[in-house]
């Protein structure tokens, strides 16, 4: 007969699937006081296999049940071993200190979960960082092979013009190793969502013809690693606000209704705080009024944004591996200063902003410019087509005193709200108001 050894602080045997409810306790327990841990089910307490009958829903209820009971929601790894038939291995692993088991706090001393009393529960709370440090460093599925080397050469080379890297890039595996982003030869988690060239991730894009958010005029989900997802994060606000013409000295320049920085400090911002063990997504959507910028990861218990931007409180980082990335090569300028970058800047352009605190995650808010403006430029532009089918993105720019791109923007959001269309060719043809 097989054994596996007794149980520890981190590994619980139950005969069978019958012994879930305690199961449960001892998940709770584990989390509360390691962070992850295993259950194996079909293996008696003093580690000997015994297995257990296996049907089609097994596993499933197994995950069923963990989903019910734990709380906050974990994603654990069921399967059944191979060469132990009828063993079943539940890993699990979570960073939101602390977990309950049906309503209920356990912590584990050695192999026992004991309930946790009021003042020690307090004392997790106070203690728990939200931090995902310990699930950054765990090997991933994918190799150094899976690394995309032109962006790791790109960083290196960003980090050393910045100062903050000394040592130019030789090979992968060793600027991997001195960056800590492999773990048993394998790239760990933070590796993985920083150089994979697999698309570890996923962004939900969306612009919404209505705050209602009840149609769109465009939806996307673009897969990448971070730095790609920031980058097209970016773009994407980039490309669907409105400019204006403003000269300063003598050029004539675009100016975005909402900064730049601020749309560049917020979306790393989003990726850095970002909760990677879940299977929600980061998320960003343009409404006529506002820009949002949503990323899974709750806000820190007892905090506000403001209290980091502008009251002393330590950055709390949520995944610190990844931030640290982030320093050497600049994009992130320094710890703790994102909040107030971006509210000072929003301050002194005028952009007003607002912030939820969700159970699932945390979603920045950026006011649009001139709303009601838009919609009088909207009729302008209706007006001066009823006069004028062949009038032309530049003629409305010099009427309107915005720019071409603002009135492409305008133009755009008409044709899909059914107001106009274009006849024939963009060069020879002409609009036409629809009734």
Known sequence: ?????????????????????????????????????????????????????????????????ISEDIKPVIYPSIYEIENMPGVIEVDFIGNDKPYSAKGRFYIRVYDEDKSIDIKELLNIINHSDSSNSLWEKLESDEDIADVDELLL?????????????????????????????ITNNKLNNAGKLLFSKNKPLTLKLAVFKTDEKLSFIDINRFEGNIFELNKKGQEYIKEHINYSAVIEGSKRIEKPEIPEEVIRESVLNSLCHSSFDTTINNEIYITPTKVVIFNPGTFPSGYEPKDFAYNGVESILRNPLISKILYYSNDIDSWATGFRRIFNLCEKENVKYSYIKKNQGFEMCFFRANTNEKTSDENIIIESIKNDGSITTTELSNLLGKSRKTIQNIINNLKEQGKIERIGSNKTGYWKIKE
């Open 153 to 181: 050469r790109s960083y290196i080379k960003k980090a050393n013009k910045c100062g903050r890297i000394k040592e130019e890039y030789d090979n992968k595996e060793s600027v991997l190793r001195k960056l800590g982003l």
């Open 1 to 65: 007969m097989i054994n596996l050894g007794k149980e520890n602080e981190q590994i619980e045997y139950k005969k069978s699937t019958g012994e879930l409810d305690d199961a449960m306790k001892s998940i709770s327990a584990i989390l509360n006081k390691h962070g992850k841990g295993k259950i194996l089910f079909g293996v008696k307490p003093n580690g000997d296999v015994i297995g257990q009958q296996i049907s089609e829903s097994t596993l499933r209820d197994i995950s069923r049940k």
